[in-house]
Every structure is written in structure tokens, then in C-alpha cells.
Antibody
Framework: EVQLEESGGRLVQPGESLRLSCVAS????????MSWVRQAPGEGLEWVST????????YDAVSVRGRFTVSRDNSKNSLYLQMNSLRAEDTAIYFC???????????????WGQGTLVTVSS | QSVLTQPPSASGTPGQRVTISCSGS????????VNWYQQVPGTAPKLLIY???QRPSGVPDRFSGSKSGTSASLAISGLQSDDEAVYYC???????????FGGGTKLSVL
């Protein structure tokens, strides 16, 4: 059974940093690109970042470029999102999602975690 | 503001057929496949349709997808009360160099 479990979300102040983690199980993690997708309270889905299976390629949304960094450790079946210079508008549930391709060139996510809540507020 | 445009709401009565549209452009839908997701409030999204018109294992054939040019549609036939959810289209955007989601359509079963 495929499982994705996010962690690391909490209340932080504007300008602070936070690192989210996602541990995967039930599939060959190193074969698939992975993404972070977020959802602000009461809003729709917003893609954040994608990393290819080998970590050779990353893609970032304009809204987080230069502030967020996606990474992975295939030896630990883990995906990470380092978030710096956090803003109030980054407040959202952050989902970890598995693509069906290795390259990351995809909008097809066949498995999602339950999400972790990040709140940015003073 | 999403580059993929969906109506904010749709509704139907049990047994009816409803369609949800997703309008894009040459940089996304026209040249890339469309996927649809269903999200029940408080839960994670679920892949409903992939590759424009393919259903993952376990998704009833009441759900179908289509694409033409720069637009795509999701059709739900034999509407049921547990189809109440928010539906999102998604497609890769070559200009933005990333996947994009539509704004979501909240489906109500009256």
C-alpha cells in the first residue's frame, strides 16, 4: 500500500524558515518524481515544487522561487521542502504528491499525503 | 488567478448528468494531457481522470473526461449524493514550466 506522510508544519512568524518532510512507503520511491502542492484555507490547489526521481531537475512555482527549495533523499524514501522568508500568504496545507513519471514533467498525481498545516502569522 | 478556468460551482439532482468545463490555452491544455481530481472537504485530492480520458482503477465509469483544443470537460452521469466534492482540472503549462490547477468547481447534489 502506497503511503505518504508529511510532517513539520507549525505556526511560524513572517520571515522565519521551516522544513517540511514527507516519508514514502509502498513503492519504489527512487523511480518517481515527487511534488509539493499547497492549499490555502478555503482556497484551491496550488502547485509549489517538483523534483525529478534522481533530483537532477527541480521546478518551482513563481510564487516561491528563490525562497523554497525542494530536495529528496532516496536512501531514506524522503522528500523535503525548505521554506525560507515565509510570508502570510504561504499559510496553507502542504501536500506531498507522487507523480507517475521520473522526469517531473507531469500534472498526474496518483497518490497524495494527508497534508501538514503551515501557518505564518505574527 | 489560475491559467485554467473552471466554473466555481455546478449542481444536479440524483441520477442526472453534469459536466464541468476547464478552459486553457495553447501553452497548457492544447499540447499537454489533462488530469482531473476530486476533493472531498477535509481530505486529500484523489486522481479521478488522467491522460484526458482514462480512469484509474476503482473509479466508476460514471466519470468520463474529454479534451478538444484548449478545453477539457469532466462528465459525471448517474449523479450520486457522495459525488458532492470540489473538482479540479490540471495540466502542464509550457510557459510557466510547471503543472497548473484550475480554480476548482464545487459540485452540489440537490
Amino acid at each position: 500500500e502506497v503511503q505518504l506522510e508529511e510532517s513539520g508544519g507549525r505556526l511560524v512568524q513572517p520571515g522565519e524558515s521551516l522544513r517540511l518532510s514527507c516519508v514514502a512507503s509502498g513503492f519504489s520511491f527512487s523511480n518517481y518524481a515527487m511534488s509539493w502542492v499547497r492549499q490555502a484555507p478555503g482556497e484551491g490547489l496550488e502547485w509549489v515544487s517538483t523534483i525529478s526521481s534522481t533530483a537532477a531537475t527541480t521546478y518551482d512555482a513563481v510564487s516561491v522561487r528563490g525562497r523554497f527549495t525542494v530536495s529528496r533523499d532516496n536512501s531514506k524514501n524522503s522528500l523535503y521542502l525548505q521554506m525560507n522568508s515565509l510570508r502570510a500568504e504561504d499559510t496553507a496545507i502542504y501536500f506531498c504528491a507522487k507523480t507517475t513519471a521520473s522526469s517531473g514533467y507531469s500534472s498526474r498525481y496518483d497518490y497524495w499525503g494527508q497534508g501538514t498545516l503551515v501557518t505564518v502569522s505574527s | 488567478q489560475s491559467v485554467l478556468t473552471q466554473p466555481p460551482s455546478a449542481s444536479g439532482t440524483p441520477g442526472q448528468r453534469v459536466t464541468i468545463s476547464c478552459s486553457g490555452s495553447r501553452s497548457n491544455i492544447a499540447g499537454n494531457s489533462v488530469n482531473w481530481y476530486q476533493q472531498v472537504p477535509g481530505t486529500a485530492p484523489k486522481l479521478l481522470i488522467y491522460g484526458n480520458n482514462q480512469r484509474p482503477s476503482g473509479v466508476p465509469d460514471r466519470f468520463s473526461g474529454s479534451k478538444s483544443g484548449t478545453s477539457a470537460s469532466l462528465a459525471i452521469s448517474g449523479l450520486q449524493s457522495d459525488d458532492e466534492a470540489v473538482y479540479y482540472c490540471a495540466s502542464w503549462d509550457d510557459s510557466l514550466n510547471g503543472p497548473q490547477f484550475g480554480g476548482g468547481t464545487k459540485l452540489s447534489v440537490l
